[in-house]
């Protein structure tokens, strides 16, 4: 059994900037593929942006590709989302998910993950 918490999230102009953290618990950090999604009011959830265990393959949406990075931090068991020029279109409860098996490509499905945290709300105002 994997623990995710969600930190992070708030409220903030168009053009700012955000970043969610989401701490890992239960199991080996190292062999986990780590992945946050989103999900506005209405819609499907929505892949964001995914990381390898071990940091050598990372996946993005394209609508966040070039402004959201996503990062590992093994030694704290913590998965990272940097969110820069953020948008009003960028609304949404964001989630952190595990993948507890090592697959390439990267898996943007949310069937694919196993556990999940309880969402954290950013709310970006035009």
């Known amino acids: 059994q994997v623990q995710l918490v969600e930190s992070g999230g708030g409220l903030v102009q168009a053009g700012g900037s955000l970043r969610l953290s989401c701490a890992v618990s239960g199991r080996t950090f190292g062999w986990l593929t780590m992945a946050w999604f989103r999900q506005a ?37 913590t998965m990272y989302l940097q969110m820069n020029s953020l948008k009003p279109e960028d609304t949404a409860v964001y989630y952190c998910a595990v993948d507890r098996n090592v697959q390439f490509p990267i898996p943007t499905g949310a069937s694919a993950y196993e556990d999940w945290g309880q969402g954290t709300q950013v709310t970006v105002s035009s």
Request: proline share 3%; net charge positive.
């Open 41 to 77: 009011p209405g819609k499907e959830r929505e892949f964001v942006a995914a990381v390898s265990w071990n940091g050598g393959n990372i996946r993005y949406v394209d609508s966040v590709e070039g402004r959201f990075s996503i990062s590992r931090d093994v030694a704290k068991n």
